[in-house]
Antibody, heavy 120, light 110 residues
């Protein structure tokens, strides 16, 4: 069974750093892209970027380039999303999702989401 | 303001049919396949339709998708209260070089 299990909710202060994770199982982790999607409170889905764990090829949405870092460790089948200096506006639910080959390919499995709250 | 345009809400009675539209442009829907996602309240999104018309295993045939030009449509027949959710269309945008989603449509089954 394909599963993406994300790390738990986080409460952080502005300026702090954070790294959240997404562990894949039940499939060949290295062979599928993993994307990250932001959902701010009461808002829609926003694509942040994507990584291919097989070779760590990473692409970012222009809106998130330079704001976050996406990485992966295929040896432990885990993808990451990290911030070096959080802002209150980073408060959101973050989802990881698996994608097959092809830029317009669908995201067929999703993690349960990680809620990040940034507040002083 | 989302790149893909969806109606904010739709509603219908149990057993009825509803359609949700998704309007884009040649840089996105016009040249790429569309997917649809269902997000029940408090839950993660779930793939409902891919490649404009295909259903993943386990998705009932009450759900259907179509695409024409720069627009796509999700259809749901035999509405059930369990279908109440937010529905999002998504595709690749070659001009923006990224995935774009619609703003989401909230379905209420009256």
């Amino acid at each position: 069974e394909v599963q993406l299990v994300q790390s738990g909710a986080e409460v952080k202060k502005p300026g702090e750093s954070l790294k959240i994770s997404c562990k894949g199982s039940g499939y060949s982790f290295s062979s599928f892209w993993i994307g990250w999607v932001r959902q701010m409170p009461g808002k829609g889905l926003e694509w942040m970027g994507i990584i291919y764990p097989g070779d760590s090829d990473t692409r970012y949405s222009p809106s998130f380039q330079g704001q976050v870092t996406i990485s992966a460790d295929k040896s432990i089948t885990t993808a990451y999303l990290q911030w070096s200096s959080l802002k209150a506006s980073d408060t959101a639910m973050y989802y990881c999702a698996r994608r097959v080959e092809g830029a317009a390919a669908p995201y067929d499995y999703w993690g349960q989401g990680t809620l990040v709250t940034v507040s002083s | 303001q989302s790149v893909l345009t969806q109606p904010p809400s739709v509603s219908a009675a149990p057993g009825q049919k509803v359609t949700i539209s998704c309007s884009g442009s040649t840089s996105n829907i016009g040249n790429n396949s569309v997917s649809w996602y269902q997000q029940p309240p408090g839950a993660a999104p779930k793939l409902l339709i891919y490649d404009n018309t295909k259903r993943p295993s386990g998705i009932p045939d009450r759900f259907s998708g179509s695409k024409s030009g720069t627009s796509a449509t999700l259809g749901i027949t035999g509405l059930q209260t369990g279908d109440e959710a937010d529905y999002y269309c998504g595709t690749w945008d070659g001009g923006l070089n990224g995935v774009v989603f619609g703003g989401g449509t909230r379905l209420t089954v009256l």
